[in-house]
Nanobody, 123 residues
């Protein structure tokens, strides 16, 4: 059974930082592209960042470029999202997701999702 578990969310002031983690089990993690998505209240879920299975490619939404960094540790079956310079508009539930059988870091087509972790940025 494939399982993704996010952690690291919380309440932070604007301008602050958080690091989210996504621990994977039940899949060959080193073969999977990993993505982070978020959903704010009343809005659709949106793509945030993705990283290829080898970490050779990354992809970011324009809204988080130069503020967020996605990474992974295949030895620990864990993906990360370092979030710096947080803004109130970053407030959302953040989800990680996995996608097998793809090269690169796509922003769609993810089949397995975590339960999400809340990030709240106070202004």
């Amino acid at each position: 059974q494939v399982q993704l578990v996010e952690s690291g969310g919380g309440l932070v002031q604007a301008g602050g930082s958080l690091r989210l983690s996504c621990a994977a089990s039940g899949l060959t993690f080193s073969w999977a592209a990993m993505g982070w998505f978020r959903q704010a209240p009343g809005k659709e879920r949106e793509f945030v960042a993705a990283i290829s299975w080898s970490a050779s490619a990354t992809n970011y939404a324009d809204s988080v470029k130069n503020r967020f960094t996605i990474s992974r540790d295949n030895a620990k079956n864990t993906a990360y999202l370092q979030m710096n310079g947080l803004k109130s508009e970053d407030t959302a539930v953040y989800y990680c997701a996995s996608r097998l059988g793809v090269n690169g870091a796509p922003n769609y087509g993810y089949g397995v999702w975590g339960q999400g972790t809340q990030v709240t940025v106070s202004s």
